[in-house]
T-cell receptor, first 114, second 113 residues
Framework: KAGVTQTPRYLIKTRGQQVTLSCSPISGHRSVSWYQQTPGQGLQFLFEYFSETQRNKGNFPGRFSGRQFSNSRSEMNVSTLELGDSALYLC?????????????FGQGTRLTVV | AQSVTQPDIHITVSEGASLELRCNYSYGATPYLFWYVQSPGQGLQLLLKYFSGDTLVQGIKGFEAEFKRSQSSFNLRKPSVHWSDAAEYFCAVAAAGTYKYIFGTGTRLKVLA
């Protein structure tokens, strides 16, 4: 069974630009969550999508947004990039039911803002 | 406020020695608990999880963890460490039935040959 696939693996953007990151979950998984990992703040929850609906949201500004498609693939978008947005962005895939909430992570997208 | 504390930022052990990584959590109700491992430049791999039931849980790679409600702890243990265990370890907590994980700051493990 293929794991969680995130594309691209590495990205360099200029301050003020916007960026879109993609995540393909494990087949059969309907929940996709996104996390930001930085040396200073650690791992922080961005949002979770289930059946194309945002089910939970972290404390990030509105510049961070996401969506999920009918095939469960998800994208996250960051607009008006700031230097502080440089981070490893991790996507996690889960079945989505309430009884078994283990999440399986992709290898991440390393975003560098210059 | 909900939080996870991993008191040890760095731990160094010799290969073959036993290992215990500490994790304490602050949560309103009994949470779901997880341990993940991350190698440099990689994503997170799930080692084990606790939802309910037996408080001693077994995971992959020979790891186990014990949930102690009275101490709000979920410490990770391994009887004999291998050089390939060198990585960063994260403890995480989530409200039962949700996918919003709160992670600890991580413990970086170094293994001496």
């Amino acid at each position: 069974k293929a794991g969680v696939t995130q594309t691209p693996r590495y990205l360099i953007k200029t301050r003020g630009q916007q960026v879109t990151l993609s995540c393909s979950p494990i087949s059969g998984h309907r929940s996709v969550s996104w996390y930001q990992q930085t040396p200073g703040q650690g791992l922080q929850f961005l949002f979770e999508y289930f059946s194309e609906t945002q089910r939970n949201k972290g404390n990030f500004p509105g510049r961070f947004s996401g969506r999920q498609f009918s095939n469960s693939r998800s994208e996250m978008n960051v607009s008006t990039l700031e230097l502080g947005d440089s981070a490893l962005y991790l996507c996690a895939s889960s079945l989505g039911n309430r009884r078994n909430t283990e999440a399986f992570f992709g290898q991440g997208t390393r975003l560098t803002v210059v | 406020a909900q939080s996870v504390t991993q008191p040890d930022i760095h731990i160094t052990v010799s290969e073959g020695a036993s290992l215990e990584l500490r994790c304490n959590y602050s949560y309103g109700a009994t949470p779901y608990l997880f341990w993940y491992v991350q190698s440099p430049g990689q994503g997170l791999q799930l080692l084990l999880k606790y939802f309910s039931g037996d408080t001693l849980v077994q995971g992959i790679k020979g790891f186990e963890a014990e949930f102690k409600r009275s101490q709000s702890s979920f410490n990770l243990r391994k009887p004999s460490v291998h050089w390939s265990d060198a990585a960063e370890y994260f403890c995480a907590v989530a409200a039962a039935g949700t996918y919003k994980y709160i992670f600890g700051t991580g413990t970086r493990l170094k293994v001496l040959a």
